[in-house]
Antibody, heavy 121, light 105 residues
């Protein structure tokens, strides 16, 4: 079955760290760009970061640059988000998703169910 | 930076009615726009890409149109499962619109 399954969320104190994982199955993971998108409680979708299939290129939203870092391990069919110096405003459900391309448009055709990160003392 | 603005914020309709959702870009994005549906407690689901191409498995009652700066998602006849939040998305720095909630009247 083609799917993405996130894990690693939880409660963390401000200033703390967390690493999210996303396990991919049912498709050739290494050939796809991947992304993290988050959603704060009751709010809309916010893009966090993208990574190229071979891991050679990444891009991050300005709001997370220097604190949240996307990476991948193609041998393990896994996507990661290393989260450091966490703030209350990072509280959200974090989704991993698979990227497809239509010309210059990247869009997201496969989503995981999300993992909740709560930053609070 | 290109920003997407969705309207209305909330659309109140009866089942069976036609829904028309708007997404406006602050600058042209050509046809590089996607639409997603998010039901309560669920992950988003791709509906439309390239402004007008339905994703795999999406019912024909969903259609997308537009190019440049003005885009529309139309649901021809609302089914109970269509009451959800809809987001548009473009390729640039702030990809997502703020969403339109379609609620039962």
């Amino acid at each position: 079955e083609v799917q993405l399954v996130e894990s690693g969320g939880g409660l963390v104190q401000p200033g703390g760290s967390l690493r999210l994982s996303c396990a991919a199955s049912g498709f050739t993971f290494s050939t796809y760009y991947m992304t993290w998108v988050r959603q704060a409680p009751g709010r809309g979708l916010e893009w966090v970061a993208n990574i190229k299939g071979d891991g050679s290129a990444t891009s991050h939203a300005e709001s997370v640059k220097g604190r949240l870092t996307i990476s991948r391990d193609n041998a393990k069919n896994s996507l990661y988000l290393q989260m450091n110096s966490l703030r209350a405003e990072d509280t959200a459900v974090y989704y991993c998703a698979r990227i497809l391309w239509y010309g210059d448009l990247w869009y997201l055709d496969l989503w995981g169910r999300g993992t909740l990160v709560t930053v609070s003392s | 930076e290109i920003v997407l603005t969705q309207s209305p914020a909330t659309l109140s309709l009866f089942p069976g009615e036609r829904a028309t959702l708007s997404c406006r870009a602050s600058q042209s994005v050509s046809s590089y726009l996607a639409w997603y549906q998010q039901r309560p407690g669920q992950a988003p689901r791709l509906l439309i890409y390239g402004a007008s191409n339905r994703a795999t498995g999406i019912p024909a009652r969903f259609s997308g149109s537009g190019s440049g700066t003005d885009f529309t998602l139309t649901i021809s006849s609302l089914e109970p499962e269509d009451f959800a939040v809809y987001y548009c998305q473009q390729r640039n720095k702030w990809p997502f619109g703020q969403g339109t909630k379609v609620e039962i009247k």
